[in-house]
């Protein structure tokens, strides 16, 4: 037993002596292997939003700079990463349908159409989608004032209301576009003739993972005014038209006079499916009305809820100068997505003395971001 231990002991020294050699010949020293460590994720995401600049007495500042301005996201302040002024870039959107409508006319929202483009400044861009029974785009981006107008007067009445459906492809038509500075302008009274209030809801709300602007010109308070006698079973307004204006302008002189002619006198509805009809349609104005509301103030847009039809031709203006007063901001976001969840409050506000600033949004972050 001895003899084979003794044995065993030399072979194993004659290896580790050839290892050794071995290790020597080649020159080279076994790296150590690192310690495994878990992979850290860095996020890099940039966050756009438009920003208004005005004077103490609301005129536009042109030479606003990162050093102006401060950002708050959920709490946490950040600073720009760049502030550059361009050329909007406008996509109307104009609601030519509807099965009750009173106000709403295809006339009037041409006019509003019209008003907005030649109110905006000569070097934006505009499109055009219309929507009644389908959505459409009936004018791709262009520059050229004439030709954008050319294509308002080539829109089309329906009978339905494919609101939801003209978001969508509002939303898919301006993500393609390779530019910054969008603007989306809605004509519109926010019903829908295919889709129920959470679908809608939804639709909306997906343009907050956006980095558009929505501004609203909206029919909702006309018409639900127009409409709230009818609500009643004693009324004293006008009874509902039989036929929209544009169907009726069709007809033969005499059939036209008599579907136009005024009704004179108090009105008694015992119709009480047609009550309910208008109640629902005066309800579903009002809840439009306050979603229009809540995703112009959630994108930093402007919300127009004009009183009559001269009011909402005026306001027009008003639109496109908000829409040419606009700056685009950048920044990155100090706290991970993980962090803070999916939905970010963003508010801008100036360091710089007489710079007014206003913009305020919020932004939900969908799965394809994170």
Not at 158 to 184: E, I, Q, W
Not at 224 to 241: F, G, H, L, Q, V
Not at 342 to 358: A, H, Q
């Amino acid at each position: 037993m001895p003899g084979l231990f003794t044995k065993l002991t030399i072979l194993s020294v004659f290896v580790g002596v050839l290892c050794l050699n071995a290790a020597g010949q080649s020159g080279r020293v076994q790296p150590t292997p690192p310690p495994s460590e878990t992979p850290i994720r860095v996020a890099t995401e940039e966050i756009k939003l438009n920003v208004l600049a005005f004077d103490e007495e609301g005129k536009f500042v042109s030479d606003v700079g990162e050093k102006d301005l401060v950002i708050t996201e959920n709490n946490v302040l950040h600073q720009p990463s760049s502030v550059r002024r361009m050329p909007a870039n406008v996509l109307i959107v104009m609601d030519t349908g509807g099965e009750l409508r009173w106000v709403k006319s295809l006339e009037q929202t041409r006019k509003v159409a019209v008003g907005l483009i030649n109110a905006l400044k000569a070097q934006d861009s505009v499109a055009i989608i219309q929507y009644s029974d389908k959505a459409e785009i009936v004018a791709e981006w262009t520059s050229d004032k004439a030709l954008a107008l050319a294509a308002v007067g080539k829109t089309k009445f329906g009978r339905r209301s494919a609101f939801v459906k003209s978001l969508v492809l509002a939303k898919d038509f301006m993500s393609k576009a390779p530019f910054d500075n969008k603007h989306l302008v809605l004509i519109t009274d926010g019903t829908d003739s295919f889709t129920d209030t959470g679908t809608k809801l939804r639709a909306l709300r997906s343009l907050l993972s956006t980095d558009i602007t929505v501004h609203v010109l909206s029919y909702t308070r006309m018409e639900a005014n127009d409409i709230e006698p009818r609500t009643k079973m004693i009324t004293n307004s006008r009874p509902p038209k039989a036929l929209p204006d544009e169907v009726a302008a069709g007809l033969p002189n005499g059939v036209r006079d008599v579907a136009q002619a005024p009704k004179i006198g108090p009105t008694i509805n015992l119709d009480r499916k047609l009550l309910r009809t208008m109640r629902a349609r005066r309800d579903d104005l009002e809840a439009s009305e306050e979603l229009l509301t809540e995703l112009a103030e959630n994108t930093n847009g402007e919300m127009v809820i004009p009183v009559d039809k001269d009011e909402m031709v005026e306001k027009t203006a008003l639109v496109a100068r908000m829409i040419d007063s606009s700056y685009v901001v950048t920044y990155t976001p100090k706290v991970p997505v993980e962090e803070t969840g999916t939905e970010r409050d963003i508010v801008v506000t100036s360091k710089r003395p007489g710079l007014v600033v206003e913009s305020r949004r919020k932004l939900v972050l969908t799965d394809g971001r994170r």
